[in-house]
């Protein structure tokens, strides 16, 4: 509202528009209140319909539940007639056979006679046998009296002290006399059929109570406390004695809690109970007190509504005076300039704007046309500035007074040398001298000086302006600040500069040629590339400069680049200053001018020979061996997935020929590497000459080759033969003896064959069997060809899932150490050697010949080394603290794979550390084929693991190329006799001979000696004869767990 026009309650309008809204909310209420009164009734009676509702069903319920107890009880009162009533070891026997009547009745089920004396209890109890029940039970009186089922007063039991429910039928004879009762009693604190009708209760907080009518007490509740309750006496509560009275119906009730309840009574059908229903008001009528907050809420709600709308059309009737009032106003006091007023639409009010308006549009129109003027002057973007005859400034705009550092309004009045410095006045007034005599000036640059002293460049013109009678009367000056243009017009120079310097000192050939594909430009590098000076280039084409060939390529990629925007890159050659060939890159883009017109091409080159030949050496090394120059595996398969396609499709068969050199280690072993290289190379050549063009021969490593022959004949026993034929070329040709390095050398080749048609094999799956086959011919004697048969499939298969079973058997804990003892001659265990020992869940013990092979073959070896290595630590420091066993020492085979990691002596040392192992009680086993491939690194690490403590011996001594030399360098401990060596003797002269060198070498050298494999006391005396005192085998003990070899010390300690 506005501030002048205050909302005046006088006002007519004002008065009508509140005496509605008062109307209409007086109603509105009214209405409220009486709805409101309404819903309260209507829920309220539904609410009660729905407790007398779930009171039915209870009481139906309830009565189904007493009366199939007595239903029971009838049926087998039936049973019990005048002879067997008689007997009461009968009717115990008949109630010990109805478990119906157990499950019903969860404390008894009892037979009386006539007196009421106990006969018969189910489940038995002495004490209830003989008792009289007819004055201790009504239930069993009003039978025995009334001859009719009875369900009895609650009582509290006599051994039980806890509320107990009796019901009660006659037993009766032919004649319909009653002879006895049969009764069953119901602990009430004991989970029973009540519990299912009453345990959750009525609602959330309502209760469900059963009371008997004659006994004035409650027989059970929802609530626990209230079972057994007595209730006030007759008089006390009037609708309690109304209820027992008969009267069934639902009632407002202050219980016996004295909580205001809605209270739902009914009678039940077999007994003189009641049920109630009990739900507290509060719970009870929640729904109505809900529906009346809403009710309220959205009167409250409709009240603030209709008010906010009486109160906005109020004041939307009385915008348009309101807005006409404040514009006069704002007017009146200058706030607004002046302009004719909007009409309204109120007829009134729009004649008084009509008369206003007439008066105002001449002044309007005068404003506008000056506003115009000072519109133009203050926006515009360069400075404007008059000033009279004399020289003083009458008016400046907003941009030459900022520019300069000024208000506007302070420069009115001051002479013109404000914008200038003295030594600048004199070329000022050179300038403006023609104003007079032409009445302008051309425009000149100025120098300004602002209200800093800074000085700045400006464009400046003027004119002379006039009066009415032409005489001079004004200067009018206009001046742009040329500041920015001046530094642009500098960092251009700057940057040609630059670009030029980059251009000259980059290595890489640029140049520049016009939309004709002249040359326009270069720079050093292209001059030196091409040999040719810069002034015989300009304004030539490509084939001045390049050959034909080169030339008409040029030329075609030039024309398709200017043909439209864009950039180009392509490979081609160029002619170097030298006259050589080079291949080269280009890169070049359009230039066009502004119009979007091209105008010619830049571009560069990049000399990328080197590189392409680093490509092609990179794509030998990936795909040839650099010995043989042979492809290598990965080319190898490549061709082969190629060839089982080509198979595929046209139904031929290929083959391949996996070749691995005999005794090839023993001549690296002997002669060297490079002996060794020098026969691989002369092996494939041979190979090479062997083979058909068509064919592919390749070097996996080491003495490994592969032949592979595609086009095969479709029939394999054809295919066969041509195979074996080439193939026996290449074992011969292999078989001829050799040139090299220390002589003449005779070697032979076992090969494996495989056919492929390419519908089920894979690469490996090829590779795998020919290497299987390969085997195949070494294990039947070398230098021989044999193919691949389904057998060595199932070989392969079983080889891949020992593979898989032992990866996962370290992480699923199937290994076990055993422990072989190492003992003198007087029995007593000196050490023992811990051998590996795999328990599969499914292939039960599998040999340590058949997983170790494997182990070592796919590395597998190392973590299991490693864990046997911790598993042998982690026992010597577990009996250092025993008597018995600190004293021996455990012997651990290293593998050459594990020996040869690098960090193999940090890794015993870390589990040494870790363990807190005394290293004096552990031995490394060596073979004599690991020391023998790098004797020096062998003597290094086994240095360091002595200076530990660690001992080492010699295993299998005797099988390989033995020599004194390491012998004698290496620090040993220990050397073992093969177990190869002792088996025939003393039967066998040589291995009797061998076993005393063996003896004899080890004593001369201050070595110990341990025979393996004695089996026999023969054995163990020819040993000892020949001075070899430790022993190790079946003789004294079978590799045997842990706990075993712990009893066979403490037997050998004993004996």
Known sequence: MNPQMPFRLNSIKTRVTLGALGVFVVSLWVLGFLTTRILEKDISQLVADAQASATTQMAAQLDRELGARLSALAEIAGMIDAEKIASPPAVQRLLESQPLLQDLFNVSVLAVDRDGIGIADAPYLAERIGANYRTRVDAFAKALDEGRPQVGSPIIGVSTNQPLLPLAVPIVDDAGQVIGALGGAIDLSQPNFFDDLTAEGYGQTGTYSIMSKSDRIIVTSSDPDLIMYQLPPEGISPLLDQAIAGEERTYRYVTVLDVDSLTTVKGLETTDWLIATITPAAEAFAPVKHAQRRMILTMVLVTILVGLTVWWMLRHQLRPMLSTVKALQQMTAAQKPLKTLSKTGTHEIDSLIASFNQLLKSLIRREQENKRFREIAEKAVYGIAIADLDRRLVYVNRFLAEIHGYQADDLIGRDISVFHSTEQLAEVEKTVRPLHEQGHFAPQEIWHVDHDGRSFPMLMSGVLLRDEHDEPKYIAASSVDITKRKQAEKALSESETFLNVVLESMPLPVFHKDAEGRYTGFNKAFETFFGQPRSTLVGRSVFDIHPPDLAETYHAQDRELLDQVGTQRYESQARNARGEIRDVVFHKATLTNSSGEITGLVGTLVDITERKQADAEIHRLAYYDPLTNLPNRRLLQDRLRHAMAVARRSGSLGALVFLDIDDFKALNDTRGHDAGDQLLVKIAERICTVARETDTVARLGGDEFVVMLENLNADREKAALAIRQVGEKIRLEIACPYEITGGEFHC?????????????????????????????????????????????????????????????????????????????????????????????????????????????????????????????????????????????????????????????????????????????????????????????????????????????????????????????????????????????????????????????????????????????????????LNHCHVYQGYLFSRPVPLEDFEKFCAASLEN
Request: charged share 25%; proline share 4%; net charge negative.
């Open 748 to 1024: 032979s080749a076992s090969l494996g064959v495989v056919l492929f048609n390419g519908h089920q094999e894979s690469v490996d799956t090829l590779l795998k069997q020919a290497d299987l086959a390969m085997y195949k011919a070494k294990d039947e004697g070398r230098n021989v060809l044999r193919f691949f048969d389904p057998a060595m499939q199932t070989t392969l298969d079983e080889r891949i899932g020992l593979e898989r079973d032992l990866r996962l058997a370290l992480d699923l804990g199937q290994f076990t150490p055993f422990y072989q003892a190492q003992v003198d001659r007087e029995g007593r265990v000196l050490g023992a050697e811990v051998l590996l020992r795999w328990q599969h869940p499914e292939r039960g013990m599998v040999s340590p010949a058949e997983f170790i092979p494997l182990a070592e073959a796919t590395g597998l070896i190392l973590p299991i080394g490693q864990w046997v290595l911790e598993s042998a630590c982690r026992q010597i420091d577990h009996w250092s603290g025993n008597d018995r066993l600190q004293h021996v020492r455990l012997a651990v085979n290293v593998s050459a794979r594990e020996f040869r990691q690098p960090d193999f002596v940090d890794q015993v040392k870390h589990v040494l550390s870790e363990t807190g192992a005394d290293p004096a009680r552990l031995r490394l086993e060596l073979t004599e084929s690991m020391v023998l491939e790098d004797v020096g690194g062998t003597f290094e690490k086994m240095e360091a693991l002595k200076q530990l403590g660690i001992g080492f011996a010699l295993d299998d001594f005797g099988t390989g190329h033995s020599s004194l030399a390491y012998l004698t360098r290496l620090p040993l401990d220990t050397l073992k006799i093969d177990s190869s060596f002792v088996f025939n003797l003393p039967d066998s002269h040589n291995d009797a001979v061998v076993a005393q060198t063996i003896i004899s070498m080890a004593r001369s050298l201050g070595l110990n000696v341990i025979a393996e494999g004695v089996e026999t006391e023969a054995q163990r005396d020819f040993l000892a």
